[in-house]
């Protein structure tokens, strides 16, 4: 299946991580490069990710260190190897206590709180970033003869989905590896036919239904602080529901148990106590990897600091324990992306306590240990882990002069971000190399057949995308 995508170009946005607890920043000071995907091969996604981009419903976008005199936070994705993962005492104790209130109805309280005393959480992630608005030439492709134009190859869109993930699992193994003992206390509850409540956890294929959307309006009406007239039922499909990426059939060699999803795409994690939704988690099942997206929670429960425990603790532990079970059934290493991670954000740092875990470096593209990587973020604010001292960016280099009321310029910056090629000196190979369809003729283009006003755009995309972007076909009208 071919991936098809829009060029967007270089913004800037508020950023959901400095503003006051459960708000975006005032004024525009997180920048980033992005496209539209028309359509994307899970495959291609995968390749994105471990090159530092990530996507928000359809936009798909870069924060490579774009622009440091601007931008605010520096972020790294952060991928977790479940395979050695060790469950640290504080989560195994977390685990238990969330089980005890499914089996015992013992409602989880936690030093310096009481039973029954509601708090606001102040961890709680917000929308990563601002998805732009759809392009008018993506909302206007023909795909029936786009299929035709890229002979594309689509995934059957068959599965037996939803799927429970914790039931089934065959026999039970134990070892060193403490990730067996966690895939036995993650099904504990849901097990336990004397339980004095009822959980459920499935996975779904990404949908719209109305329960939801009502999850969501309560999650940032309280969480997030957001208006009625920001929580529009379009903005939870563009983010949540709709996206790009093509469901690819999954090889399991060892065979697919029956509550293993059957294809690669973008799935619902349902969390259901009793018949009621109280959290969905959003995830991406890639090649060798589970890629967590967002998760919310009903706020009712924050009475009993499950809050707490979904947000940052029990909904990871069951994603790593699905991605351990897939990795068991034969479906190759799956590891778990926790999205970014940004050093000196308090938000971010329960991702740093699930290990072992790994931080991209942004001009290598290569993984490096949390703790070496972490030694270097102490001393600088921009860091390539590999060139530590070339790349040495303070608080006072990230302030931005210019102000949120600046016209913006859509082209890359210069110098080009970190890892990405100069669009002012691409390779001509690459560029031979890159395949353009005309939308409004369908009929497939060279980059030097182009007129030269529409070059400028090509090239910034090529440049972000650098060698894959042969992977891509890129369109325009």
Same mark, same amino acid.
């Given at each position: ?20 607890? $459960?708000?975006? &920043? /005032?004024? !525009? ?8 995907? #028309? %359509? ?129 699992? $065959?026999?039970? &193994? /134990?070892? !060193? ?8 206390? #993650? %099904? ?132 790593? &324990? ?11 290493? #799956? ?143």
């Amino acid at each position: 299946m071919a991936s098809i995508v829009v060029p967007i170009g270089y913004s800037g946005s508020s950023c959901g991580y400095c503003g006051e607890a $459960g708000q975006r &920043s /005032k004024k !525009k000071e997180s920048y980033s490069y992005g496209f539209w995907a #028309v %359509q994307l091969s899970c495959k291609d996604y995968k390749d994105l990710i471990d090159s530092g981009w990530r996507r928000s419903g359809a936009y798909v976008y870069s924060r490579k260190n774009p622009d440091r005199s601007r931008t605010c936070c520096p972020q790294y994705t952060i991928k977790l190897d479940v395979q050695n993962f060790k469950t640290p005492r504080t989560q195994r104790q977390e685990l238990h206590r969330f089980n005890r209130w499914i089996i015992k109805d013992e409602h989880p309280v936690f030093k310096g709180e009481h039973k029954g005393t509601a708090k606001s959480d102040d961890t709680g992630e917000n929308m990563d970033i601002e998805i732009p608005s759809k392009p008018d030439i993506a909302s206007a492709v023909d795909f029936k003869k786009l299929e035709e134009v890229t002979d594309s190859t689509q995934g059957d869109g068959k599965g037996q989905d939803p799927v429970t993930v914790s039931k089934h699992r $065959g026999s039970k &193994s /134990k070892g !060193k590896n403490n990730t067996f003992d966690l895939l036995d206390c #993650v %099904q504990e509850a849901q097990n336990n036919g004397d339980a004095k409540h009822k959980l459920e956890v499935t996975i779904e294929r990404a949908s719209y239904t109305e329960e939801k959307y009502e999850l969501f309006k309560k999650y940032q009406t309280t969480i997030h602080h957001e208006t009625i007239k920001e929580q529009r039922k379009s903005s939870f499909k563009g983010f949540l529901i709709d996206g790009p990426l093509k469901y690819t059939p999954i090889s399991y060699s060892n065979g697919r148990l029956a509550h293993l999803p059957s294809h690669y795409g973008q799935y619902h994690h349902m969390y259901r106590v009793d018949g009621k939704l109280i959290a969905m988690g959003v995830i991406d099942i890639l090649q060798g990897c589970v890629s967590s997206v967002y998760l919310m929670y009903d706020p009712v429960y924050q009475a009993l600091s499950l809050g707490k425990l979904m947000k940052s603790k029990i909904s990871a532990l069951f994603e790593i &324990s699905l991605a351990a079970e897939m990795t068991k059934a034969g479906a190759g290493k #799956v590891d778990l992306y926790m999205g970014y991670y940004i050093h000196d954000c308090v938000k971010m740092k329960y991702k740093a306590t699930y290990q072992p875990s790994y931080l991209l470096d942004a001009v290598t593209n290569e993984f490096y240990p949390y703790k070496e990587s972490s030694d270097v973020l102490e001393k600088y604010r921009w860091a390539s882990f590999a060139q530590s001292k070339s790349i040495k960016v303070t608080a006072e280099d990230n302030k931005d002069d210019h102000g949120s009321d600046e016209e913006e310029d859509e082209n890359l910056p210069v110098p080009s971000p970190a890892g990405f090629l100069n669009p002012r000196d691409l390779p001509r190979s690459l560029l031979n190399n890159v395949k353009i369809l005309d939308n409004s003729s369908m009929s497939l283009l060279t980059y030097f057949t182009l007129p030269r006003s529409f070059r400028p755009q090509i090239d910034d995309l090529v440049a972000a995308l650098g060698n894959k972007a042969s992977n891509f076909i890129i369109l325009v009208t």
